[in-house]
Nanobody
């Protein structure tokens, strides 16, 4: 299974961005999918997860600002990011907890 992330870019603080992750196969059987991020010099951290039933969980640092969702018909997972902060700058990785990683998409938030 290949996961293709896209939608990253440069945005000013306070702005919004939506990143997407398209899977090469059906994600219906992938119970938990999520987004991780890795900032320069830091460890990769979990940002948000969504189950096949639509239950979501968020890291405390993004709760209330980010929304994860999935479209099982389009085999796509989304991360809507609002009220972005410079500390959100990182490479964002899509992950299927059954064992697959996307290649990452860079999000840069300028102050």
């Amino acid at each position: 299974v290949q996961l293709q992330a896209s939608g990253g870019g440069l945005v000013q603080a306070g702005g919004s961005l939506r990143i997407s992750c398209v899977a090469s196969e059906s994600i219906i059987s992938m119970n938990v999918m999520g987004w991780f991020r890795q900032a320069p010099g830091k460890q990769r951290e979990l940002v948000a997860t969504v189950t096949s039933g639509g239950s979501t969980n968020y890291a405390g640092s993004v709760k209330g600002r980010f929304t994860i969702s999935r479209d099982n018909v389009k085999n796509t997972v989304y991360l809507q990011m609002n009220s972005l902060k410079p500390e959100d700058t990182a490479v964002y990785y899509c992950h299927a907890f059954s064992g697959y990683w996307g290649q990452g998409t860079l999000v840069t938030v300028s102050s």
